[in-house]
């Protein structure tokens, strides 16, 4: 009788101690990694973050709702929306969000307004969104289908400079500014919990202040931009202006090399060709970082997700068994 309750004991600790470390672990899924170039494998710029019971959205681009269904994670349940810049890549897919929360699962939908912080002018990003659906909106308050709350959509200016922005159940997010050529103010975000930290770039250059942010951090995730070397060599200007607003292959290893995260992986993958020059290679990308860099990194895809427990850092790619799983 003795050596079973010694037994239940143990058992009992041993879930309390798994169940405090889920508490303070963090989950990143990369919803989309791509850019304004229509891609079926490569939806718009979107990021999610799971950490303390908060579900942040970093970024809105085309298809984000649907990736989000397909992660699971009802958009009812979205606590806050972070918007990098007003790039169209960004916040293309903050009307579905905002139309068809409400609506998912039917009769128990979001019941609070949308909150989103951005630059300043994503107030009248909000507001075209409600002028937008304002005939959808009278239609379905008629029929019951929403509440009023809903109709409405509550942002938050970034202060010009940046800082701490978002603060609930231990979950920290600060805003830094970073440089992303005439797309002025751009934003990087850093998401703190439990003795974790997570960085997202944004679409940047070399930063000083990402340096600043991202230094040791667990999981830095940041945009990159290659053009193959033949286009480098007979197309310079159209590979040195894309450079000059996102990171190159070469920059992005200066940049790992500066931080040294603890994991890394490369999102909003611009990959630039030309009619008679193919896009290039994720070998080729992986190639030129890897020649400058020898820590950790992936070539991040759609639905790419990654734990972060105080056992490190685990990448978990989007497997054909999860695709089979999607809900209908």
């Not at 809105?60 to 709702?65: L, V």
């Not at 940046?162 to 850093?190: C, N, Q, S, W």
């Not at 070998?283 to 056992?311: C, H, Q, W």
Request: charged share 20%; aromatic share 6%.
């Amino acid at each position: 009788m003795r050596s079973l309750r010694v037994l239940l004991l143990s058992a009992l600790a041993f879930l309390t101690f798994v169940s405090v470390a889920r508490a303070e672990d963090m989950r990143v899924t990369l919803l989309g990694t791509g850019t304004p170039i229509l891609n079926i494998n490569r939806f718009g710029m979107s990021t999610l973050v799971e950490a303390g019971g908060q579900k942040l959205l970093f970024d809105a681009g085309r298809g984000a709702a649907m990736r989000l269904h397909q992660t699971k994670v009802p958009l009812r349940e979205i606590t806050a929306i972070f918007i990098t810049h007003m790039h169209s890549d960004h916040i293309a897919g903050i009307p579905d969000i905002y139309a068809t929360a409400p609506l998912i699962p039917p009769g128990a939908g979001r019941r609070v307004p949308l909150e989103i912080w951005g630059p300043q002018g994503i107030a009248d990003v909000a507001r075209g969104v409600e002028l937008m659906f304002s005939a959808n909106n009278h239609i379905r308050l008629t029929e019951k289908e929403l509440v009023p709350e809903v109709t409405k959509i509550a942002t938050h200016d970034v202060p010009s400079a940046g800082g701490p922005v978002f603060e609930k159940e231990g979950v920290i997010v600060t805003a830094f500014l970073v440089d992303h050529g005439h797309a002025k103010p751009a934003y990087g975000y850093r998401i703190d919990y439990g003795g974790h930290a997570v960085v997202l770039s944004g679409d940047t250059i070399y930063t000083p202040n990402l340096i600043k942010q991202a230094k040791g951090v667990d999981l830095l995730v940041h945009c990159v931009a290659i053009g193959s070397r033949r286009l480098e060599e007979v197309a310079p200007e159209l590979a040195q202006r894309r450079y000059s607003h996102l990171a190159s292959p070469e920059m992005a290893g200066r940049i790992l090399n500066e931080v040294r995260p603890k994991q890394a992986v490369f999102s909003h993958i611009s990959l630039m060709s030309r009619a008679d020059i193919p896009r290039p290679s994720n070998d080729e990308l992986k190639s030129r970082i890897g020649a400058l860099y020898g820590g950790p990194f992936v070539i991040g895809e759609d639905l790419m997700s990654f734990l972060i427990t105080r056992n490190g850092v685990t990448a978990e790619p989007y497997s054909a068994t999860r695709r089979q799983q999607e809900p209908e």
